[in-house]
């Protein structure tokens, strides 16, 4: 299947720095990446869908100055949490959809990022 | 909106045993459903994608169903191993759009 990489894996941050994850698609192109989160022993919850070539649609609740997405490439999206504070906290995990082929229809996920803000 | 509900939340079986998870969804206008494994601290493995036109999918030992109409899917797990144990999450893509919408997830421990 489909592969899509996120790296860092695990990150520890100092309250008031920002983090960078990033979330690329190794093996197919994808116009549409989406951001989720996750706390513990809870599902996932979509944050924001990301576009490439124009700005991210953000659901509601989410501060979109404060989870910045780019979406630079078909292949690559980052999420910088900015200003991050130990209620940032959580694991990100990010999911693209390849454009075209036949898992056309098929969310594939990256590894996650576990954030933990001191 | 839509709400997809996962029950029950935790499932502990003896080894050998079938396991049946269930995964219901208030909104029966859907794309596709997917079923997902994750294990603790990791992200999600697709287990498999049943369409809206489809009845069923079937993978090795898993096997899932779907009623549309009832807004019902069902995961099935034949003869469980201890490696089966995680949790296990359906999701329902909208036929309006491209996100997917997830259940909370079912807690799977089979025991040696």
């Known amino acids: 299947g489909a592969v899509v990489s996120q790296h860092p894996s695990w990150v520890i941050c100092k309250s008031g720095t920002s983090v960078k994850i990033e979330c690329r698609s190794l093996?197919?192109?994808?116009?549409?990446m989406f951001w989720y989160r996750q706390f513990p022993k809870q599902s996932l919850m979509l944050m924001a869908t990301?576009?490439?070539?124009?700005?991210?649609?953000?659901e509601q609740g989410v501060e979109k100055d404060k989870f910045l997405i780019n979406h630079a490439s078909l292949t690559l999206s980052t999420l910088t949490v900015t200003s991050a504070h130990p209620e940032d906290s959580s694991f990100y995990i990010c999911?693209?959809?390849?454009?075209?082929?036949?898992?056309?229809?098929?969310?594939?996920f990256g590894q996650g990022t576990r954030l933990t803000v001191v | 909106k839509q709400e997809v509900t996962q029950i029950p939340a935790a499932l502990s079986v003896p080894e050998g045993e079938n396991l049946v998870l269930n995964c219901s969804f208030t909104?029966?206008?859907?794309?596709?459903l997917q079923w997902f494994r994750q294990d603790p601290g990791k992200g999600l493995t697709s287990l498999l994608l049943?369409?809206?036109?489809?009845r069923e999918q079937t993978s090795g030992r898993l096997n899932a169903s779907l009623d549309k109409s009832s807004g019902r899917s069902t995961l099935y797990i034949a003869a469980s191993q201890p490696g089966d144990s995680a949790t296990y999450l359906c999701?329902?893509?909208?036929?309006?759009?491209?996100?997917?919408?997830f259940g909370g997830g079912t807690r799977v421990l089979v025991k040696p």
């Open positions: 999911s693209a959809r390849p454009d075209t082929g036949w898992v056309n229809t098929e969310a594939f």
């Open positions: 093996d197919f192109q994808a116009t549409t």
């Open positions: 990301s576009n490439e070539g124009s700005k991210a649609t953000y």
């Open positions: 909104d029966s206008a859907i794309y596709n």
């Open positions: 049943i369409q809206s036109s489809q």
């Open positions: 999701a329902v893509r909208e036929a309006a759009g491209n996100k997917l919408t």
